[in-house]
Every structure is written in structure tokens, then in C-alpha cells.
């Protein structure tokens, strides 16, 4: 089992920058394979970017080049920078831990979420 808490959602601006956090408890955190998804209202559960026990990162096109993940395995948190934000990046962040399996990632363990609203 893990336990996900995620932090650093909020309101800015369009072409402003938010840090999503993801903080892991319960398990080996460098085993699992991190991710984001999020859900807007209305529309279904998408993936935003994975990263894998040893690194490698996966992007939905949609953020590419703007969105970076990253991983401190010391200090068992996943994070999500997000830069250039736009209003349809607007929706409930959920950061997962799962497994990646011939570059498929797949989610097991799912956080509570945190809204991010981009809005002027």
C-alpha cells in the first residue's frame, strides 16, 4: 500500500507557473513508477506525465515543453512543475504510484487531488 498527499494547487494567472508536491508513505517509494493525471469538469481522467523507478519520463503532448516531472526518491515525493499555464489546464490534479510495463504506465495507488484553476 501507499499512502499519496498532494500540495501547491491553486489560482494563477494564464502564462504563470504552479509546483504541484506528492508525498508517498507506506511503501518502497523508488519501486513504483510516478504519475499525474487530472480531470477537468465534464471530461474523463487523462494522463499528464509519468516517470519511472529509473527516471524516465513520459509526457502527454498536450504539456510537452511545458511540464516537467521529477522525482526525490530521499524524500518520497513526485512532483509536477507546470509552466506556461493555460485555461484549459484548469482541472483536479491526482498524482498515482504504479508500474510501467514496455513504456505503458499504470496506475495502482491514487491521491486525493488538488484543484488547479488558471484564471485572470
Known amino acids: 500500500q501507499v499512502q499519496l498527499v498532494e500540495s501547491g494547487g491553486g489560482l494563477v494567472q494564464p502564462g504563470g507557473s504552479l509546483r504541484l508536491s506528492c508525498a508517498a508513505s507506506g511503501s518502497i517509494f523508488s519501486r513504483y513508477s510516478m504519475g499525474w493525471y487530472r480531470q477537468a469538469p465534464g471530461k474523463q481522467r487523462e494522463l499528464v506525465a509519468s516517470?519511472?523507478?529509473?527516471?524516465?519520463?513520459n509526457y502527454a503532448d498536450f504539456v510537452k515543453g511545458r511540464f516537467t516531472i521529477s522525482r526525490d526518491n530521499a524524500k518520497n515525493t513526485v512532483y509536477l512543475q507546470m509552466n506556461s499555464l493555460k485555461g484549459e489546464d484548469t482541472a483536479v490534479y491526482y498524482c498515482?504510484?504504479?508500474?510501467?510495463?514496455?513504456?505503458?504506465?499504470?496506475?495502482?495507488?491514487w491521491g486525493q487531488g488538488t484543484q488547479v484553476t488558471v484564471s485572470s
Open positions: 516517470i519511472t523507478s529509473g527516471g524516465s519520463r
Open positions: 498515482n504510484a504504479g508500474w510501467t510495463t514496455s513504456t505503458i504506465y499504470s496506475p495502482s495507488f
